[in-house]
Every structure is written in C-alpha cells, then in structure tokens.
C-alpha cells in the first residue's frame, strides 16, 4: 500500500527556517512527481511546490517564491522542502502527495485520486 509520511514541522520564529520530508513506502518516488500543498485553519489547501520524478522541473506558488526550495532523493524515497525566511502566513498544516501514474507536476495537478499523508504542522510565531 502506497503510503507517505511528512516530518519536519514545527515552532519557528518569524525568519527562520524548516526543512519538510516527505518519505514513501510501498512505491518507489523515482516514478512520480511529488507535491506539497498547505492549509491554514479556514482557508482553502493550496500547492506549495511541486518536483517531477527525475528532479529536472520544479515549481512555486507566488507566495514562497525565492523563499522555499524543493528537493528529491531517490536512493532514499525522500523529498523535501527547504522553507527558509518563514513568515507568520506561512503557518499552515503541510502535506505531500503523490498518484500513480503521474510522473510530471502536471499530471499530478490533474490526478483524480492522489495518495497524501498525514501532514506536519509549521507554526511560524514569535
């Protein structure tokens, strides 16, 4: 069973950072592109970044632009997100998420029926 799992979250000050994992099991990451999206309490999930299968395209919400960066190994079926200058509006519980089949950050945009995990909460406070 395809499974994700985020880790990494936490308290930050404002201007510091995080780095978010995102480890699989029960499929290889090397074959799919991975998301992260984040929810603030009352407000819509919304795509953070995303990274396709190889690590060769990537991409970035207005938002966190210059701020965030996204990675992947493969040899450890991990990705992450670099969040560096944290802001008070980047609080939010963030997940990743993964479908079968979608190798591109456009096919997983699209994916009817993707696999998330269980989530991390960041908390950017003074």
């Known amino acids: 069973q395809l499974q994700l799992v985020e880790s990494g979250g936490g308290l930050v000050q404002p201007g510091g950072s995080l780095r978010l994992s995102c480890s699989a099991s029960?499929?290889?990451?090397?074959?799919?592109?991975i998301g992260w999206f984040r929810q603030a309490p009352g407000k819509e999930r919304e795509r953070v970044s995303c990274?396709?299968?190889?690590?060769?395209?990537?991409s970035f919400a207005d938002s966190v632009k210059g701020r965030f960066s996204i990675s992947r190994d493969n040899a450890k079926n991990t990705v992450y997100l670099q969040m560096n200058v944290l802001k008070p509006e980047d609080t939010a519980i963030y997940y990743c998420?993964?479908?079968?089949?979608?190798?591109?950050?456009?096919?997983?945009?699209?994916?009817?029926?993707?696999?998330w995990g269980q989530g991390t909460q960041v908390t950017v406070s003074s």
């Open positions: 990274i396709n299968n190889s690590g060769s395209y990537t």
């Open positions: 029960g499929f290889t990451l090397d074959s799919s592109a």
């Open positions: 998420a993964a479908a079968r089949g979608a190798s591109t950050c456009g096919s997983l945009t699209v994916a009817p029926n993707k696999y």
